[in-house]
C-alpha cells in the first residue's frame, strides 16, 4: 500500500511542472521577441529593460503574466524599451473589471511618441514643453503664426501655465498645440491612469505627451505612431476595453502558446525599494 501510494506521487511530481517566471519566459522567447523588434533595438538589451521595470515595481509582481507578457510584446513590437531616463515606454498595472485581475497594460512616454514619429521620416524634428509663470511665451495662430517661449533662468520659474507641442514637417512648415493647465488636468482627471503610473513618477513628462497626443491628429502619423496612440488611448482609459490593444494578435499568441500560466517573478538584479514604483491605480 505505501508503495503505491509512493508511486503515485511520484508520478504526479513528474507531472506537475513549476510555474515559469516571466524573466524565464522572456529568455526562452527571447528569438521571437527579437523577431518583434525593429532592426536597431537589441533585444538582450530590451529584456533586461522590462526585467527591471518589473522588478523596480512590486505591484506588477500582483499582475495576470499573460497580461505582462503581450504588453512587453506590444512594446517590443514598436521597439520602444523601459529604461527610466529613456521615457520611451511603462508598464502600468490596472484592475481588469472583466476577470477581476490585474492587469498590466503597455503605455508609451512622450519621448516614445516623439521617437514613433521621427522615423516615420514625415517629420523633421518635434519637441513638447512646459511653460511656467515666470517663462516668456507667446503664441498666435492664423496667417501670422508665431511661438515664441524664452524660459526663466534667474531662479524658481513659479507656477507652471500649461504645455504645448510643435512640429517641423519636411516642406519646412511647422504646427503647434497649446493647452492650459487646466486643460490639461481634466484630461487628466478622465484617465484611469489619473492617480497611478507615470502620472505620479514622471507628472511633468505626461503633461508634455498631453500636447503631443493631440498635435499628432494634424500629423502624418506612420502605422507605428498610429499603433502607439491607440495604445496609450487604453492605457489612460480612453478606449472602453479591457483587453489590451496589439496590432499583431494571432502572432503574440503564437509566440505567449502555452506560456499564460507564468508566474510574475523576476530574478533580475533589484534596484533600491521605491526606485520607479508605478503604484496600482485606485
Given at each position: 500500500?505505501?508503495?503505491?501510494?509512493?508511486?503515485?506521487?511520484?508520478?504526479?511530481?513528474?507531472?506537475?511542472?513549476?510555474?515559469?517566471?516571466?524573466?524565464?519566459?522572456?529568455?526562452?522567447?527571447?528569438?521571437?521577441?527579437?523577431?518583434?523588434?525593429?532592426?536597431?533595438?537589441?533585444?538582450?538589451?530590451f529584456v533586461k529593460s522590462a526585467l527591471l521595470a518589473v522588478a523596480r515595481n512590486k505591484d506588477l509582481l500582483k499582475c495576470s503574466p499573460k497580461s505582462m507578457f503581450m504588453a512587453i510584446a506590444a512594446a517590443a513590437e514598436l521597439g520602444l524599451d523601459f529604461t527610466p531616463a529613456k521615457g520611451h515606454a511603462y508598464l502600468v498595472p490596472f484592475r481588469n473589471n472583466r476577470t477581476g485581475e490585474t492587469d498590466v497594460q503597455f503605455m508609451?512616454?512622450?519621448r516614445g511618441l516623439i521617437d514613433l514619429a521621427k522615423r516615420s521620416g514625415a517629420v523633421k524634428n518635434i519637441e513638447a514643453h512646459i511653460v511656467y509663470e515666470k517663462d516668456e511665451f507667446?503664441?498666435?495662430?492664423?496667417?501670422?503664426?508665431?511661438?515664441?517661449?524664452?524660459?526663466?533662468?534667474?531662479g524658481?520659474?513659479?507656477?507652471?501655465?500649461?504645455?504645448?507641442?510643435?512640429?517641423?514637417?519636411?516642406?519646412?512648415?511647422?504646427?503647434?498645440?497649446w493647452m492650459r493647465k487646466d486643460q490639461i488636468d481634466a484630461i487628466r482627471k478622465r484617465s484611469k491612469a489619473a492617480n497611478a503610473g507615470p502620472w505620479v513618477t514622471d507628472e511633468e513628462e505626461m503633461m508634455r505627451k498631453t500636447p503631443l497626443r493631440r498635435i499628432?491628429?494634424?500629423?502624418?502619423?506612420?502605422p507605428d505612431l498610429e499603433r502607439a496612440i491607440e495604445a496609450d488611448n487604453q492605457a489612460v482609459g480612453f478606449v472602453d476595453d479591457d483587453e489590451p490593444v496589439i496590432s499583431r494578435t494571432a502572432a503574440?499568441?503564437?509566440?505567449?502558446?502555452?506560456?499564460?500560466?507564468?508566474e510574475p517573478d523576476v530574478a533580475a538584479d533589484k534596484p533600491e525599494p521605491g526606485d520607479g514604483t508605478l503604484p496600482l491605480e485606485g
Open positions: 500500500m505505501e508503495t503505491a501510494v509512493m508511486e503515485r506521487e511520484s508520478k504526479t511530481a513528474i507531472v506537475k511542472k513549476e510555474p515559469e517566471t516571466i524573466g524565464s519566459l522572456l529568455e526562452k522567447k527571447k528569438l521571437e521577441i527579437r523577431d518583434l523588434l525593429p532592426a536597431h533595438v537589441d533585444v538582450d538589451r508609451p512616454g512622450y507667446d503664441i498666435r495662430y492664423g496667417s501670422e503664426r508665431k511661438l515664441i517661449h524664452v524660459p526663466y533662468l534667474d524658481a520659474p513659479g507656477k507652471i501655465k500649461g504645455a504645448y507641442a510643435i512640429a517641423w514637417l519636411d516642406d519646412n512648415e511647422w504646427i503647434a498645440e499628432a491628429k494634424y500629423l502624418p502619423l506612420s503574440l499568441a503564437e509566440i505567449i502558446g502555452e506560456h499564460t500560466e507564468a
